[in-house]
């Protein structure tokens, strides 16, 4: 029977236990996306934690893609010794880690970006005259891009990579109907709004080779009109792992549409943990590549019974290890409560005043 302390691989990447820490911003690299003493810290600590793997908050692939303040970038050479002073201490801590390679899209800060918004199709009405529709020159630069940023990555010591394609994010934009009305090869039929994933899977396997994983967490459904259904959102995963993905992460929702369906709230009984879970049993039964499952993931022994029942094959929480990065190890010290996040969201504002994302709860 498959547990929660089994070792396992993904390519080359082996792997203590079951726990992962999804990738989650916190809010403390220097305004320029550089690596801090600050943020090195915080990775040590969930390494000693006992997380069996870190996966970084998202990380700018280009100055245009940055979301939020105090946000990792991978966008330049410059940042390669910084990351690699993080990897080596999470490595000397014995943890793994795995970089997530984002670019925000319609989602990134003007403010903070000073350039022009990149959006897959301008959406009449809606948008303002710094939105711009991405060009197929533009397109193939991003894939450009990413692959440069996954190569820098792979410089600076991280065992894989991450592409984030969830969360209305640019490429979860690109595979939804609601924000990608292009008519040209990356638009249209799910086919074609999956194009631009294959293009940079199949251009950092170029750059990087085969020996690091590479993972994508993906919406299994965007939980607003026209948005990416499961059934496509199935497609996509099929695609993604005939082109070589190692292990898809399960998400689901769009941020800034009121209800924050990524990260929801009030998970505060047996029933309302793990809210994608009916689609993980889809997407068990379908994709034959690990499956791992994120979102309101709070007690043990759901984690145990997710993992023995064969519903996924990894366990991945974000707000939990903000409050308590030492959560596995005190599961596996046998105080196997549940995880005493309150899952109100309070970090995230803690991390758009610039203070870093921490959990306000006394
Ligand atoms: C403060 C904060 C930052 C986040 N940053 C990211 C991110 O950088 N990349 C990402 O894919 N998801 C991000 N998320 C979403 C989480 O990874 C996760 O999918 C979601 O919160 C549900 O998991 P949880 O219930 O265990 O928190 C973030 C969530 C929070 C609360």
Redesign the pocket.
Known sequence: MKTLFDQTTIKQLDFPNRFIR??????LASTDGAVTPALIEAMVQLAKGGVGLI?????FVRTDGQ?GPN?LGVYSDRLIPGLKEMTEAVHAAGGRIIM?L?HAGRFASEQLTRQKVLAVSHVKDTDNTSVREMTIEDILELVEAYSKAAERAIAAGFDGI?I?S??G?LLSQFLSPSFNQRHDEYGGDIYNRSKIHLDIIQAIRRTVGHDHPILV?LNCQDFIENGLSLDDSLQVAHRLVNAGVDAI?L?GGVIKTGR?E???TG?NSLEREA?FRNEARVFKREIHVPLIL?????SYELAKVLVETEEVDYI???????KEPGLINRWVSGDQGKAS?K?D?A??ES?RKGTG?RCLVK
């Open positions: 999804s990738a989650t911003w916190e809010g996966i970084t908050g998202h990380s979301a946000q997530q984002a991450q984030h969830a969360h994010y967490k992460e998400s924050l990524p990260s929801r998970i809210y994120v979102g309101g993931i709070r991945s929480m974000s707000r939990p290890f903000i996040c899952s969201n970090c995230l991390g994302v």
